[in-house]
């Protein structure tokens, strides 16, 4: 297991330090200059240069790269156009209220997945199996930031049961919770689909399984082999589908905190680019993508902690 | 026309296809169908209710949400199958290099798409775009680059399968050319699966131009986008909510079709895919 985990743990390191490197071509081959954008179109020649300067672009390119890369590691993602303020300090004061809205989503789907998908597979090729399957391929089809508009019209606007704006009172725990039931609805609706299809199809493998007709031919009370027995062990790629599912659920936070007008770091880069502050652009981008990996590497080690065939194939 | 009816005979592959063909059908002939310019200012009549000369209403400057609808279909079906044809050919092309070439090509090649695929795409896109300015060359580069990587994984797997194989190994052994072997013997066994899979994400591709849009970096004003008419309609939800159920209607119709149609595309034409 240790070497194992080892050898994840490099190839996460070294996943994040290629994805940097990716993120200083783009930025480099793109065309338009980040000096000229944080200035604005307004800006003289004179001034362009200037910002060049300090910023350092008109420094070679492998300085450039350098720069960027080993104060990259350092957390130093440069200081914010106008206040000065560290980059990283601004986007991990804005990460918790992105990862309460992803833990929101991962509940509603959780929640809602492994139940469906559970009474879908027992009653195989019923009318309620059909529904369900359908119902999981159309919220997966659904765009999130679509469902965030029509709940929020819904629920907030029409029915006014929830409310519409805000991340609730600081402080106030039921409050909040109460302020993140939409936004997450909105994040998570996707991944009930994702994973009702999941542990419909590995429950309809594991009921299959030898030790499952054992368990049977025991005469052990049916409700105890499919959620004692059966369920315990088809649940096990849902891990996997929420380490990929929590990238994703990133990219629907930055819908969510917009249409709900919740602080977060979509929000955040957002307003950044409004304000044309790219500094924090980067440093976004940056952090959420490390983010994502690392939740990666967790879920990978999670796995191969249950389930020793995984360690042995890597 | 076997196929054709193979999806017929399938309840919601026959609903997905019917979606296909309204949309399609009416972002062509978008024209034809209304009688007012998508982009055309008409101050008086801003925020009419829907009604027989305004099918959906008008919107904050008076502009007719119906035929906006109708136009923002050319965009959006513009956008998804331009920018999947050139993931997809791209795709292809480097997982056929990546699967036939040397180990350690292939090693740097899958560390490259790994990264690339450690990018939550929406912040990728709002950090592009930022460099850009909104248009939607912007919006299709971003979708290249998300969508590439998986398209050159999965060529590459089963180019890595069929290197091995004895039909691969003879024409080695009578001297084709490695051009000639990719072209002939691996592109064809390896280019179906990949389609159907291509044409599945052509509702996410969809959800993209409009994501982007609706943050005002897609198009720009005045082209109707259905991202961009969510975006009015998030403005004035209190007071006019119809035009942001206008602007989510044809996304949420045009991904179901897609989704459904793809599905069932995949049930028949590749069991194995189930699933994916």
Redesign the interface.
């Known amino acids: 297991m240790l070497a194992y985990a080892a050898k994840r743990l490099g190839l996460s390191v070294?996943?994040?330090s290629?994805?940097m490197?990716?993120?200083f071509c783009?930025?480099y081959l793109?065309?338009?200059?980040?000096a000229s954008?944080a200035l604005g179109p307004r800006a003289s020649e004179a001034m362009k240069e200037a910002l060049r300067v300090r910023m350092g672009l008109d420094q070679p390119v492998w300085t450039q790269f350098w720069n960027f890369y080993s104060s990259a590691w350092r957390g130093d993602f440069g200081n914010e156009v106008l206040s000065g303020r560290p980059v990283i300090e601004v986007v991990l004061q804005q990460l918790p209220y992105t990862l309460a809205l992803i833990v929101g989503g991962i509940t509603w789907s959780v929640g809602l997945g492994i139940p469906l998908g559970c009474w879908a597979a027992v009653k195989r090729g019923s009318f309620a199996d059909r529904v369900v399957g359908?119902l999981s391929?159309?919220v997966?089809?659904?765009?999130s930031?679509?469902v965030a508009?029509?709940a929020?019209?819904i629920f907030a606007?029409?029915l006014r049961w929830l409310p519409a704006i805000g991340a609730g009172e600081p402080g106030h725990l039921g409050d909040q919770l109460i302020h993140l039931i939409l936004p997450s609805l909105a994040v998570g609706l996707g991944w009930v689909g994702y994973i009702a299809?999941?542990v419909r199809?590995s429950m309809l493998e594991v009921l299959e399984a030898p030790h499952i007709r054992t368990a049977r031919a025991f005469g052990l009370p049916d409700a105890l082999v499919t959620y004692r027995y059966a369920l315990t062990i088809a649940i096990l790629p849902t891990v996997t589908l929420l380490g990929i599912g929590i990238?994703?659920m990133?990219?629907?936070a930055?819908?969510a905190e917009?249409?709900f007008a919740r602080p977060g770091v979509?929000r955040l880069?957002?307003d950044?680019?409004l304000t044309?502050n790219?500094p924090v652009?980067?440093g976004?981008?940056l952090v959420?993508?490390a983010f994502?990996?690392l939740v990666?590497l967790i879920a990978d080690l999670v796995i191969g902690a249950l389930d020793p065939r995984v360690r042995s194939s890597f | 026309m076997g196929q054709v009816r193979r999806v017929l005979r399938e309840p919601?592959g026959a609903f997905g296809l019917a979606l296909v063909v309204l949309v399609v059908v009416m972002s062509i002939f978008a024209g034809l169908l209304t009688q007012y310019d998508p982009a055309g200012l008409s101050p008086r009549d801003r925020f009419l209710d829907p009604s027989t000369t305004h099918l959906l209403g008008t919107d904050q400057l008076g502009r007719d949400l119906f035929s906006r609808v109708l136009f923002g279909g050319r965009i959006a079906l513009y956008v998804a199958l331009v920018s999947t044809a050139i993931s997809l050919a791209a795709g292809i092309v480097l997982g056929l290099i990546a699967g036939y070439g040397p180990r350690w090509l292939d090693n740097v090649m899958i560390?490259?798409f790994?990264?690339?695929k450690?990018?939550?795409?929406?912040?990728?896109a709002?950090?592009?775009?930022?460099?850009?300015?909104p248009s939607l060359t912007a919006v299709m580069v971003v979708v290249i680059?998300v969508n590439v990587p998986g398209y050159a994984r999965i060529i590459r797997t089963q180019t890595i399968a069929l290197k091995s194989s004895e039909f691969v190994m003879a024409a080695q052994s009578m001297g084709a050319s490695t051009a000639r072997i990719l072209r002939v013997h691996i592109l064809p066994n390896v280019i179906g699966p990949i389609v159907i899979l291509a044409s599945m994400d052509i509702?996410v591709v969809i959800?993209i131009e409009?994501?982007m849009s609706?943050?005002g970096?897609g198009v720009r004003p005045p082209t109707p986008s259905w991202g961009s008419i969510?975006n009015d309609?998030?403005a004035n939800?209190?007071e006019t909510?119809w035009i942001?159920?206008a602007?989510?209607l044809p996304?949420?119709v045009t991904?179901?079709g897609?989704?459904?149609l793809g599905?069932t595309l995949r049930d028949i034409f590749d069991p194995r895919l189930k699933?994916r």
């Open positions: 070294v996943i994040v290629v994805a490197a990716l993120l783009m930025i793109i065309p338009g200059d980040p954008v359908v391929v159309a997966i089809a659904v765009p930031f679509v508009i029509y929020l019209l606007v029409s299809r999941m199809a990238g994703q990133l990219s629907s930055v819908f917009i249409v979509g880069v957002y950044a680019i044309r790219f652009v980067t976004a981008v959420t993508t994502f990996v990666n | 919601l560390l490259l790994d990264a690339l450690s990018f939550p795409t929406v912040m990728l709002l950090a592009l775009v930022t460099l850009t300015g680059i509702p959800a409009a994501g609706f943050l970096l969510l309609g998030f939800i209190r909510p942001a159920i602007g989510g996304i949420i991904t179901l897609f989704t459904f599905e699933g």
